[in-house]
């Protein structure tokens, strides 16, 4: 029996979609929330967990960061998946039949020039997939859904208009999430290490506790804050940084940063995907 990766969302998701491609070995899950993939990774019902963790037009998706260090999981893998966005409808419905589209609003707004050309009227749906089965369900030939190719296979649906999405290189991150740390070097692109901390309260801490990564060469691809527990002076951040922990400009660095912050807690090293190079 092939294992399990757990995903939030419905069959026919791009998490779904996203489990397919980067691990078409193991069997997809989904999950309600999640929350409840990563309980499903924690109890182990699956082994891993294909988490969106931000989209580069929409930017990062919200709550994940707050999720990830009290999780008790770690960053094993990352995936850059294409969203191909496409107008599903019922078979034989042709493109001048359909008045509405539902969908998530995420993915209506990033559909607005394809919408407006056509005089479609967006409705929002629960989530992508939800959407394509409710299209199937209501068996209603003006309404649609925008949604995956995959949705539409699901659900029986035809792609009457494929790759709509006003910005052709819309791309979803995913995080892949496991009960154990992997610190093995692997891959052919390098490696990522990503963590989360806070900083001391003393003056200017962040700027001095991001100079060691400067003066060391280590490049870091991603800093974000969000609150913590609800108070707006526990401001925690999220970081990616190019690089093994083990590499002596990263000890370094993760030595700089320690002496200027609260807690450094390590969440996962991992092999960069070959995308992440693109332009």
């Known amino acids: 029996m092939n294992s399990r990766i757990a995903f939030q969302g419905e069959p026919g998701a791009y998490s779904h979609e996203a489990c397919l491609k980067a691990y078409p070995g193991m069997d ?41 260090p009290e999780s008790g999981l770690h960053i094993v893998d990352e995936a850059f998946v294409r969203v191909h966005i496409n107008l599903l409808a019922l078979p034989g419905t042709p493109l001048e039949r359909i008045e509405r589209a539902m969908s998530h609003t995420v993915l209506l707004g990033q559909c607005r020039d394809f919408l407006r050309e056509n005089g ?16 199937a369900e209501a068996g209603d030939p003006a309404l649609a859904a925008l949604a995956s190719e995959l949705a539409g296979e699901i659900y029986g649906l035809e792609a009457i208009a494929r790759h709509i999405e006003d910005h052709h290189r819309n791309t979803t991150r995913f995080l892949v999430m496991s009960r154990e740390l992997d610190l093995k070097r692997r891959g052919k692109h390098g490696m990522m290490t990503s963590f989360v901390f806070s900083v001391r309260n003393i003056p200017a801490a962040l700027y001095k506790a991001m100079g060691g990564f400067a003066t060391n060469g280590v490049n870091m691809t991603k800093l974000e804050s969000y609150m913590v527990d609800g108070n707006f002076t526990a401001t925690q951040f999220y970081a990616d940084i190019e690089g093994h922990p083990d590499d002596r400009n990263v000890q370094l660095a993760m030595e700089e940063l320690d002496y200027f912050t609260d807690k450094v807690t390590l969440l996962g090293v991992y092999p960069a995907d070959p995308r992440r190079r693109e332009g």
């Open 28 to 68: 997809p899950m989904p999950c309600r929330t999640f929350e409840d993939a990563i309980e499903a990774v924690r109890k182990g019902d699956a082994e891993l967990a294909m988490l969106p963790v931000e989209n580069s037009i929409y930017g990062r998706v919200a709550d994940i960061h707050s999720l990830l």
């Open 120 to 135: 479609i009227h967006r409705v929002a749906g629960p989530d992508t997939a939800g959407s394509a089965r409710h299209v």
